[in-house]
């Protein structure tokens, strides 16, 4: 199996984290249905960022790939 790239994984959350933030100002005054959306899905970046990061500490520690890991059951699940 091929290797996930876990750093451009994080750099890539770390700009939609930036782009709904920018969202969230942007959409303030269209109603709560469209914060609430965009809230949700801040929150879920928040949990992959938060997964992918226990996923590149586990592989300095261990050095076992993404692949064998606990975290990566969780995240096939999102």
Not at 12 to 30: H, P, Q, T, V
Not at 37 to 64: C, F, H, N, P, Q
């Amino acid at each position: 199996m091929p290797k996930v790239n876990l750093e451009l994984q994080m750099k890539f959350l770390k700009e939609l984290n930036e782009a709904l933030e920018d969202a969230l100002g942007r959409y303030a005054s269209d109603g709560p249905d469209k914060l609430a959306e965009l809230e949700y899905m801040k929150k879920e970046v928040v949990r992959a960022r938060r997964i992918i990061s226990e996923r590149m500490d586990r592989e300095e520690t261990t050095g076992k790939s993404a692949f064998q890991t606990e975290a990566y059951h969780e995240a096939a699940y999102l």
